[in-house]
């Protein structure tokens, strides 16, 4: 599905935004200003999105749909246990359940279609 290109592109497109300037998209969103352990920790999240990308634009089939819906579903929980915890974090927190549980929703639909150019009998083989 061209669907499954499109969330692997914004996904990647958000990644570059966290791996090269993480502290204009965050400070926009949450009003928080990044502290350098802030920015490595958002880089190395900006590095897991853009490889989950990749491999979603190069090899989007059932199997992966699937691993990288359960790992934006992972990331979603974390977020909302960082918000949980740390209040300076609360509002960005939020912001990346929402953004991960709505990455975890596409992916497992995608999985659910059989991904993209994997016919719906091949896809569940």
Do not use: N
Request: hydrophobic share 50%.
């Amino acid at each position: 599905m061209q669907a499954d290109r499109l969330v692997a592109a914004a996904r990647g497109g958000w990644a570059v935004f966290l791996l090269i300037c993480p502290d204009r998209p965050v400070q926009a969103l949450t009003g928080v200003r990044l502290t350098v352990r802030d920015r490595r920790v958002l880089r190395v999240l900006g590095a897991r999105e853009l490889v989950q990308s990749a491999v979603g634009l190069v090899h989007p089939s059932r199997r992966v749909l699937g691993v990288g819906s359960a790992v934006d579903a992972l990331h979603a929980a974390s977020c909302l246990g960082l918000a949980a915890v740390d209040a300076r974090w609360r509002r960005g927190g939020l912001l990346g359940a929402v953004d991960a549980a709505a990455f975890a929703v596409a992916g497992y639909a995608g999985a659910r279609r059989g991904g993209l150019g994997v016919t719906a009998s091949a896809g569940r083989r």
